[in-house]
């Protein structure tokens, strides 16, 4: 996949058993909430509102899926971490995460986003383990790098590397930096998935 010349919000889904079948692979993403899933949905399909942004964490509450390039679907998760809702509420979204990850038959990989501009909360790293453990395939993102000096972006790449023990993808979606790796990803999965 070169670039994305077709992108469409398709629907949203509270859990597993309302997420309709689309016949093609899916990639999740997954992160803390406000680390910029939205804004990399709209940088690499290139259009500004596909995806809602907000500054408020703990909006995405929904599975929300997009059709990519009629070959890919991906399905946004919400945010893990938000501290602001109830435990309640945060033990439901748990459930529906962990539903999904598990039991979702098309899924293909989760691409897992770490904000670069702070060190591997605990969150992330349980999430990993708990992938790793399931043996869902997980592709490294560290977002917000154009926030940091190169320096400052070098290091902390290295840091989420040697924390997580894997290759780290860096992006931003204000320079686009990352946009090809993941384009070149897609082409992967969708090739494995024929």
């Not at 942004?53 to 938000?82: C, H, M, Q, V, W």
């Not at 605990?122 to 790098?145: C, G, P, S, V």
Request: proline share 3%.
């Amino acid at each position: 996949m070169k670039r994305i010349t077709q992108a469409t919000f398709i629907t949203s889904s509270t859990c597993l058993k309302n997420c309709p079948d689309f016949n093609l692979p899916e990639i999740a993403l997954i992160g803390r909430s406000n680390v910029g899933k939205s804004s990399f949905i709209n940088t690499l399909t290139n259009r500004k509102k596909l995806a809602k942004t907000s500054n408020t964490p703990g909006k995405t509450r929904l599975i929300n899926f997009f059709n990519i390039n009629e070959e890919l679907i991906i399905a946004d998760l919400p945010g893990y971490g938000y501290a602001k809702i109830s435990k309640t509420e945060q033990q439901k979204w748990s459930k529906i995460l962990e539903e999904y990850l598990k039991d979702r038959e098309p899924l293909k990989a989760v691409i897992q986003f770490i904000d670069a501009r702070h060190d591997v909360q605990n969150n992330d790293y349980q999430m990993r383990e708990w992938l790793d453990f399931h043996k869902i395939y997980i592709i490294t993102l560290a977002t917000k790098t154009d926030t940091l000096s190169k320096n400052e972006a070098f290091r902390a790449i290295q840091n989420i590397s040697k924390t997580l023990n894997t290759e780290v993808i860096e992006f931003s979606s204000k320079t686009g930096i990352g946009k090809d790796k993941i384009l070149a990803v897609f082409t992967g999965i969708i090739k494995d998935s024929d």
